[in-house]
T-cell receptor, first 118, second 116 residues
Framework: AQSVAQPEDQVNVAEGNPLTVKCTYS??????LFWYVQYPNRGLQFLLK??????LVKGSYGFEAEFNKSQTSFHLKKPSALVSDSALYFCAVRALIPSGAGSYQLTFGKGTKLSVIP | EAGVAQSPRYKIIEKRQSVAFWCNPISGHATLYWYQQILGQGPKLLIQFQNNGVVDDSQLPKDRFSAERLKGVDSTLKIQPAKLEDSAVYLC??????????????FGEGSWLTVV
């Protein structure tokens, strides 16, 4: 079965510094990987995804993520953090549903709380 | 393009009462999902529809939860009777069957349930 691990419950970074939020995955076959962000009292917003091609994926709000097949990782990065980036970040992997109906679903990590300190 | 719409945004009920949440997906999206997000955890899939058929409900507590998607558009998730542990955010999401964009799932703002 597919799974996603986000090893850090919380990441603190000073404003203007680079940030990294870690994610590792386990899935059969080629991974389709996603990052979502959740602001307080809001739903999940799509940030970026890796399907195939270039290992460095660029997304919304200046975020990017690096796919590393040998390390089964998909870390989220940003060169210069903003206070407004403070939120919950979820990594997810897409895989076939167990029932074999041929459809896909997302499995999420438990989330990492990012706090950017002014 | 309008996003995924959900209502109500917030609901407080007593245990053993019932509650229903409504979702309207993005226009043209064939696949609709209901996720449960308990505080401090990642979202967990409850049920997935393809048009008006269920493709996965393996994690839906069927003794108290039910969901339907009549006509393949809007969907309703019902909990009856509610338990304290059902306090969570119920997220509706949708995706298209388009090969290029169909990999991305878009979420609504969520329905926040508190059971007291």
């Amino acid at each position: 079965a597919q799974s996603v691990a986000q090893p850090e419950d919380q990441v603190n970074v000073a404003e203007g510094n680079p940030l990294t939020v870690k994610c590792t995955y386990s899935v059969s076959g080629n991974p389709y990987l996603f990052w979502y962000v959740q602001y307080p009292n809001r739903g999940l917003q799509f940030l970026l995804k890796y399907i195939t091609g270039d290992n460095l994926v660029k997304g919304s709000y200046g975020f990017e993520a690096e796919f590393n097949k040998s390390q089964t990782s998909f870390h989220l990065k940003k060169p210069s953090a903003l206070v407004s980036d403070s939120a919950l970040y979820f990594c997810a992997v897409r895989a076939l549903i167990p029932s074999g109906a041929g459809s896909y679903q997302l499995t999420f990590g438990k989330g990492t709380k990012l706090s950017v300190i002014p | 393009e309008a996003g995924v719409a959900q209502s109500p945004r917030y609901k407080i009920i007593e245990k053993r009462q019932s509650v229903a949440f409504w979702c309207n997906p993005i226009s043209g999206h064939a696949t609709l999902y209901w996720y449960q997000q308990i505080l401090g955890q990642g979202p967990k899939l409850l049920i997935q529809f393809q048009n008006n058929g269920v493709v996965d409900d393996s994690q839906l507590p069927k003794d108290r939860f039910s969901a339907e998607r009549l006509k393949g558009v809007d969907s309703t998730l019902k909990i009856q009777p509610a338990k304290l542990e059902d306090s969570a955010v119920y997220l509706c999401a949708s995706s298209s069957n388009n090969r290029i964009s169909g990999n991305t799932i878009y979420f609504g703002e969520g329905s926040w349930l508190t059971v007291v």
